[in-house]
């Protein structure tokens, strides 16, 4: 069974720092996804990973897929309080549309 | 266009209503998703067409009844809901062309309460 576990669960941190939030997954997946979400919103997508070393970068935040280690990292660089949000990542399950979800990450992140 | 755009936003019913939920998607993705999501977890998957045949049903309730009128839309028909099952309701799309990536679009959701 895929199991993902993310963590931390919860952080808080204050504006100006950096912090990196771990994404570890059971069995062998080669597509990752990271998706954020605003308090009583959707989810917007954020980044699709889908090969071992594979780094995406979008302003403060860089994604990294290990597979070999079966992690993913979501770092964030200076953080601004535009940041806080929930994010959750996802590995596919060997392509038949199902989405194996972290518990997710909420990020607070202080003037 | 880029956009998943669900109606309504928000749905307050009893339980003995009979209401739909509705989802479009103009980006000409071949799968849609139905996903639950209870507050401060992940969302739960509960159905998946793909080209407009239910692919996937997650031992959801009768009480939830999908349907797919064609590769645009997307219903969740609902009758006779309990309580449990207030919560956001998502729906999503994909291009669910096979290999590659197959990032899931989601809708903005519909926040619904069962009395």
């Known amino acids: 069974e895929l199991k993902v576990e993310q963590n931390p669960l919860f952080l808080s941190m204050q504006e100006g720092k950096n912090y990196t939030i771990y994404c570890n997954y059971s069995?062998?997946?080669?597509?990752l996804y990271w998706y954020r979400q605003d308090p009583g919103k959707s989810l917007e997508s954020l980044f699709v990973?889908?090969?071992n070393g594979a780094v995406k970068q979008e302003g403060r935040l860089m994604a990294s897929l290990d597979t070999k280690a079966r992690l993913s990292t979501l770092h964030i660089t200076a953080a601004v309080h535009d940041l806080s949000a929930t994010y959750f990542c996802?590995?596919?399950?060997?392509?038949?549309?199902?989405?194996?979800w972290g518990a997710g990450t909420k990020l607070i992140i202080k003037p | 266009d880029t956009e998943v755009t669900q109606t309504p936003k928000h749905l307050v019913m009893g339980m003995t209503n009979k209401k739909s939920l509705k989802c479009e998607q103009h980006?000409?993705?071949?799968?849609m998703y139905w996903y639950k999501q209870k507050a401060k977890k992940p969302p739960e998957l509960m159905f998946v067409?793909?080209?407009?045949?239910?692919?996937i049903n997650e031992s959801v309730p009768s009480r939830f009844s999908p349907e797919c009128p064609n590769s645009s839309l997307l219903n969740l028909h609902l009758h006779a809901l309990q309580p449990e099952d207030s919560a956001l309701y998502l729906c999503?799309?994909?291009?669910?062309?096979?290999?590659?990536?197959?990032?899931?679009?989601f809708g903005p959701g519909t926040r619904l309460t069962v009395l």
């Open positions: 999503a799309s994909s291009p669910g062309q096979g290999a590659g990536a197959d990032t899931q679009y």
């Open positions: 980006m000409g993705h071949r799968a």
């Open positions: 067409y793909s080209y407009e045949k239910l692919s």
């Open positions: 069995t062998t997946s080669d597509r």
């Open positions: 990973l889908l090969s």
């Open positions: 996802a590995v596919d399950m060997d392509s038949n549309y199902q989405l194996i």
